[in-house]
């Protein structure tokens, strides 16, 4: 409460600011519905919009930098799927039979160069967060 105090004494108006409920949240994990029940009190008004946008660029940047906006089907024409192994194997030696960075089939790539690797085999999931690529 001490870090809302702060922020609350330094208003000039009655509204707190969007940004600054989002950074409160995001920063200090202080809750935005808490932010609105002792700014409530104190006759303070929280900018809801504000903290949804801030909210929604937070997200927005979350998915660039994890990649899970990209539809690498949609990026990548591949001639043959990998083959799953992993019921059965926790190690493999698959073969690399594609690369590619940011859409584009390349030869080589570097050390810490983000790209697609398509192998014959793995044990990995084609996909995150379920079996859809389990077939």
Excluded: W
Excluded at 9 to 26: I, M, N, P, Q
Excluded at 63 to 92: C, P, Q
Excluded at 97 to 107: I, P, Q
Aim: net charge negative; proline share 1%; with cysteine.
């Amino acid at each position: 409460l001490a870090l809302l105090d702060e922020e609350l004494a330094k208003l000039s108006g009655d509204t707190l600011d969007g940004e600054t409920a989002f950074r409160l949240y995001d920063t200090y994990g202080f809750p935005v519905d808490l932010t609105a029940d002792v700014c409530r009190e104190r006759n303070i008004k929280v900018d809801e919009a504000g903290f949804e946008a801030a909210m929604e660029e937070q997200r927005r940047r979350a998915r660039e930098a994890s990649g899970f906006g990209d539809d690498y089907n949609a990026m990548i024409r591949v001639d043959s799927a990998s083959e799953f192994k992993g019921y059965d194997h926790l190690e493999l030696n698959g073969k690399v039979t594609a690369l590619f960075v940011d859409g584009k089939a390349v030869d080589a790539i570097n050390a810490g160069q983000e790209a697609v690797v398509v192998l014959d085999q793995t044990p990995f999931y084609a996909e995150s967060g379920g079996q859809v690529g389990d077939k």
